[in-house]
Each structure stands twice: as C-alpha cells, then as structure tokens.
C-alpha cells in the first residue's frame, strides 16, 4: 500500500524537528485551547480506571460519584490477582508474544530475502498467493483454521495461539522491501569470497537490518499481547488463557464490582504502558513505519 | 577449460534454486498450512451446512441465499456500515486535526503527544472495560458531568439508540493516536521550503494548508481512509466486551454475528459464508477508494 511513502527507514521519524510557528504577539500558544482538554479527554479513561481500582466497593457504587477516595485501597490489586489465574495469563501472553515474535523474526526473515535476492522455480506463484493472503481478513480463515488447530490437538493449549501466528505474510511483506533497499554489491562481494547464502544473510544482511527487525518484533509483540479474538475461539480454560481472554474472563466473573473489575484492567494494561513509556520513540517509529496497529 | 566460467555460473543459478527453496520453507508450510489452505476450505465450506461437529453436507448455494433472506444479517450489514460510515471520517478527520496541533513547538507537547498515545497501547477489551464502567447509565462518570450542567440521564450502551454512537466514540478514543503518528510521520516530510514559498506567494494559513499541505498528505489519508474502513468492517472485540451486539441486536455487526453462527449456532457454513461477503466487501470498498484517492493524487500533480 502506500506505507512506502509515509516514512523510511532510512529517514528516521524526529518529532522533536518540528517547526516553531508560535505567534510571536501571544504570550501561549492558542492551540493549548485546543489541547488542554483533547489531553483531559484521552487520559480521563485510564485516570478514572485508577481511581475506581483504589476505592471500595460501596465507593464505586455511589451516585454522584466519589472522585476522591478517602483511602487508597491497594487490596483490590491482591483480590483481583487471586481471584482468577492473573499469573497464568500474564506468563501464557509472554509465551504467546515471544514466540510469535522469534517464529516471525526467523521465518519471514529466511523468506523475505529469498523474495528479495534469490531467483528460483516458483518465486514468483509463491510471492502472488502471499499476497492473495494478506488481502484475506482473518475472519475467512477463522474457522478452518481452528478445525485444522482442533485436528492437531492444540485447541485450550497456547500452542494452539503460537503456531497458526508463527509466520505472517505482513512481516515477510515488511523485511523484503527492506532487503531491497540494501546495496547489493556488499552481498556480491561476500558471494565472491566464497560465503553461501546463508552465510551472507546471517553474516551481512541480518546485522544490517536492525532497525526493521526490531519493528517487526515490536508490532508482533503488541499484535499478540492484544490478541482477543483467536485466544476467544479455541481457549477454554483460564489456565492456558492470555492475558486479553482471561481479563474478559475476569469481566464476565465480576460484572458490577467495578472497583475489583477496574483493579484487574489496571494490572493488566502495566507491562505494556510500562514498556511503551520506556521505548516511546521505538513504538511510535515501528508504527509509523508500517502503519499498523493490530 | 572454456566450460569453467559457464558451468560455475550454471552451478550458483542451481544452487539458487535450492537456496531459495530452503529458504522459503519453513513460511510456505506455515502460510500453506494456516492460511493458503484455510482460505480455500472455507470457500468450500461455504457451500456446506457444517456443524464442526458431523460430516458436512454439500448444500450448494443455499448458504448464499439464506443470508440474503435473512433480517438478522441485513440488520448486520447495516450496523457495520453505519458505524464504519462514523468511524472512519471522525477518527482519519480528527486525527488531521490533532496531528495539526501537536506538529509544533509547543510547550508540553511532549505531554500532550503521550496523552494521544497512550489509548494505541491500550488493550481493546480493556478499552471496552473502561468504556462500560464511564458509560454506566447508573453509576457512570459520563452522566455524572451531564447532571452537572443540567443535562438528563442517557442509557448510553443500554440503550438501542445510542450504543453504536458509544462504540463509535469508544472506537475513535482508541484509534486516534494510531492515526496521529501517521499523520505526524507525513507532515514531518513536507519540505520547510515549501510552506514558506507558499507564505512568500501570499497565501495565508488556511490557504496553505489547504493546497499544500493537504495534496501533500494525501498518500497518507489514502492509506488511514482504507486502513479504517478495513478494520472498522472487522469490528468485533469492542463489541463483544462492552453488548455482545445488544441491546435488542442494534451493535450486531458483521464479524459479531459470524462469531454467535459459526461458534455458538455451530452454522460453521453459514459462517464461512458470511465470512466470504465480508472478504467481497472489503475488497471492492477497498478497491473503489484505491481507484477514487488514487485518480486525486495524479490530478494534483
């Protein structure tokens, strides 16, 4: 699509570039008008899930309601966290994320740079019917995938999330136009001296590839963390559930306890805010650079 | 002797072959197995009256022309489009606007750029959540700040009328930072040179921005105009976290209504017939936007 227009690699998104066009005559800039309360709007959400998640239940269950609690109840935290498997599915949703993020790394790299650089029988067949699937939406394949994952007798078990996600057609779509734009003559040169293929793509075009490597594995990683629909389809029980499954579990067990529920939501989106916080720059750059979120 | 260079040469096209091969490997088996064949499975499947369950039974087209006679999937249909027809103009519209604002030294814009962020990390059943929790007719933080400037009660998600317009606001409150650094990402490549020669030509603020940087991001609204409409025809953890397509089915959109056939009604054919409009859809939506976005871009240049 047109994401090769939007930015390159090789031209690195810097936000803080911008422009300085404030109106010399205004002490503010007007548009704070503007962004002030857009800010409010998109934080209050998350704000007002935090205050709930601390107060008790007859405090959640109070109109006009209380804004401010008189005390921090962090003991919801802990009910929430027993009340169902919370560690089970944090560790299912690690599994599931790192795994699907090695199986891509690996496996749509190998073919990304076989379509990229290697000409052989067939290439070009494959290279159409990847892209007949990546116009395909999930739903299509939703139930035969899942009769094909019950026939291997994956279904309830995290390897029935992991290996349908192993390798997607976006990724190798993503690593080969990068390929591409790799200079040739270093890999014609190393074929000079000898390295086979795999040692060229191990050796030199691998380490060259950093920057959209770690984008892939960004974009799988919060592809899988916020995976709802596939987990929802063949897990049933909590013990093998993800994170995104087991907190509607969690919903469907605590309907109205909206300070337990709120305490739950709040402990399950840490780990991602956290890593997004601290990598920021990395998040915004692999999203603008393929343009897609899930 | 003369053969040597011929037959070296000979040697590293085979050996691409195999190479090659080798290399593909591993996704051609994956992508065989979970996407190449499920694609065509379901095609067949679409055929079937299949409960995933017994053996399947060819029933021709009659999955086909059931769903064209059936209210529930019209109805469906309706929602979708409804709520694809909201989503995508408010989120691609107003993420302009934002990625507007924010594309500027400004202070605290570091703040107000995370503050348009953070919603892309949230989870969409935890957006769903929250959403419920705001949106609550009784206890809610949305009618508690209507009470406060005199407006009544509203039923919100309760309520038939209004839950689609919840899971619009919902939907365009999670996306918009998604479509802000897009946005972000594209103005950042219009050349500083440009603006001033269109200030220097005398045009003003909103002149400027509307023949030039407006043509100039036209590849990136192009993209976040299909991007949207293809996911806002997929919508369905939203929905199933917040109404599970209720009240009285006026949020049952499309992927909704095949998820309660395929894997509740266990009308796995008549799912994988759903599933096949839906791909039609998309693609010819998609297709005519390409066509319409794409004949702009040349007509500007």
Known sequence: MATDTLIRPDRPLDLEAVPDRRPRHWPFSPWHFFLIPLALIMLMPLIWSVITSLETASEAQRFPPVLIPKALHFSNYVDAWNSLPFGHFFLNSFLYSLATVAGNLLFCSLAAYAFARLRFVGSNLLFVLLLVTLMVPFQVVLIPTFLIVRHLGLIDSVGGLIVPNLCGVFGIFLLRQFFQSLPVELEEAARIDGASRLGVFLKIVLPLSAPVLATLAIIQFMWSWNDFLWPLIIITSPEHSPLQLGLSMFQGAHVTNWNLLMAGTVMSQIPMLAVFLFAQRWFIQSIAYTGIKQ | ?301
């Open chain 2, 1 to 301: 002797m003369s053969l040597a260079p011929d037959s070296r040469a000979r040697r590293a096209l085979g050996s691409d072959h195999v190479a090659g091969w080798m290399f593909v490997a591993p996704a051609v088996v994956l992508i065989g197995v979970f996407g190449l064949v499920p694609i065509a499975w379901s095609a067949i499947m679409s055929f079937q009256a299949n409960d995933l369950v017994s053996a399947p039974t060819w029933v021709g087209l009659a999955n086909y022309q059931a769903l064209a006679k059936d209210p529930a999937f019209m109805a469906s249909v309706r929602h979708t489009l409804v709520y694809a027809a909201l989503f995508v103009p408010l989120s691609v519209a107003g993420s302009l606007l934002v990625a507007w604002a924010l594309n500027r030294k400004l202070r605290g814009v570091r703040f107000y750029r995370l503050a348009v962020f953070v919603p892309v990390v949230t989870s969409t059943v935890a957006t769903g959540i929250i959403f419920l929790w705001l949106l609550d007719p009784v206890f809610g933080l949305v009618n508690y700040a209507l009470s406060l400037v005199g407006l009544p009660e509203q039923g919100f998600l309760q309520d038939p009328n209004q839950a689609l317009l919840c899971i619009v606001a919902m939907t365009v409150w999670g996306w918009l930072g998604f479509d802000v650094i897009i946005y972000l990402a594209a103005l950042q490549g219009i050349p500083q040179e440009l603006m001033e020669a269109a200030q220097i030509d005398g045009a003003g603020k909103w002149s400027s921005f509307l023949h030039v940087v407006l043509p100039f991001l036209r590849p990136a609204t192009l993209f976040l105009v299909v991007w949207s409409t293809i996911s806002a025809l997929q919508l369905f953890d939203e929905i199933y976290v917040t109404t599970r397509g209720g009240p009285l089915g006026a949020t049952t959109v499309i992927v909704f209504y095949l998820y309660q056939q395929a894997f509740q009604l266990f009308n796995a054919g008549y799912g994988a017939a759903i599933a096949y409009v839906l791909f039609l859809a998309i693609l010819l939506i998609t297709i005519i936007q390409l066509k319409v976005g794409g004949q702009r871009v040349y007509g500007k240049s």
